[in-house]
């Protein structure tokens, strides 16, 4: 993905903040349960700043665990979709490579679906900068898991319908290529890494909503993604013709100490 290409899609949820909102799938307790073991303190009491956090569904869960979270969010879309949803969780405008945070100051920073759009070479000494000794550093993304097969049968012809954008089969949707972006150029941090599987049961139209809301859909324009979700509405009809589909996931959990 070149930079001009990583920067649009990165920008490209600000237009699709309330269907993200929506539709986009949560985190289990398992996963905040695990967060807290690997960093080896609560997160009840914590000071927490959850960066990427776009319309708030982690940090809502943050805030819900008992931490005192503030946000931080780039995008006037999402910044302005999490104001309407969480009117009582402060909200900071800024990014991963430029924390708006001041050194030594938070107990966790979280980034929850948005490690992937920092540069790591400046979003690594900008976390370390502001989190206090022992702090940590958790990343996760909720992954889809490729050992159900009709979910690997939908990642290829993701892959297939939006190969002219750069996609890739069973990778757009495991994380928008989480592996890869996890490298730290820095070689500063040691990630403990913990897989978390949950699932949801929702109707076909939120999990389309769903899969819609994901930047390759939305740079590569109504029509041509338009085409897809009709034709995998189809599809999925005739595998739940119940009309309720059963997302699986494996978060992809990651938490570095700052010695």
Do not use: C
Not at 13 to 41: H, M, T, W
Not at 51 to 64: E, F, K, P, R, V
Not at 99 to 116: E, G, M, N, R
């Amino acid at each position: 993905m070149t930079a001009s290409s990583h920067t649009t899609r990165a920008h490209s949820f600000n237009a699709a903040a309330a269907q993200y909102a929506a539709n986009r799938p949560s985190y289990p307790p398992a996963l905040f349960d695990a967060v807290e073991e690997l960093a080896g303190r609560p997160l009840a009491g914590a000071r927490v700043a959850d960066i990427g956090a776009g319309t708030g569904i982690a940090t809502a869960l943050l805030q819900a665990r008992g931490a005192e979270v503030v946000a931080v969010e780039p995008g006037d879309g999402m910044a302005a979709q999490f104001r309407r949803t969480h009117p009582g969780i402060p909200i900071l405008r800024g990014d991963g490579n430029d924390l708006p945070l001041l050194t030594d100051t938070v107990d966790f920073l979280t980034y929850a679906q948005s490690w992937h759009w920092t540069d790591p070479a400046r979003a690594v000494p900008e976390a370390l900068r502001v989190l206090r000794p022992g702090g940590a550093l958790a990343l996760w993304w909720n992954t889809h898991a490729l050992d159900v097969p009709w979910i690997t049968g939908q990642l290829d012809r993701i892959g297939e319908h939006f190969k002219a954008y750069g996609a890739h089969p069973a990778v757009e949707v495991n994380g928008n290529g989480a592996r890869s972006a996890l490298a730290d150029p820095t070689g500063r941090l040691d990630f403990a890494h913990r897989v978390v599987r949950w699932s949801r049961s929702v109707p076909v139209d939120t999990h389309l909503a769903n899969i819609g809301s994901h930047s390759l859909f939305l740079v590569a324009g109504e029509e041509h993604a338009g085409a897809f979700l009709t034709e995998e509405r189809r599809i999925l009809l005739e595998l739940f013709p119940d009309e309720t589909v059963e997302e699986t996931y494996d978060v992809e959990l990651l938490v570095a100490v700052n010695a």
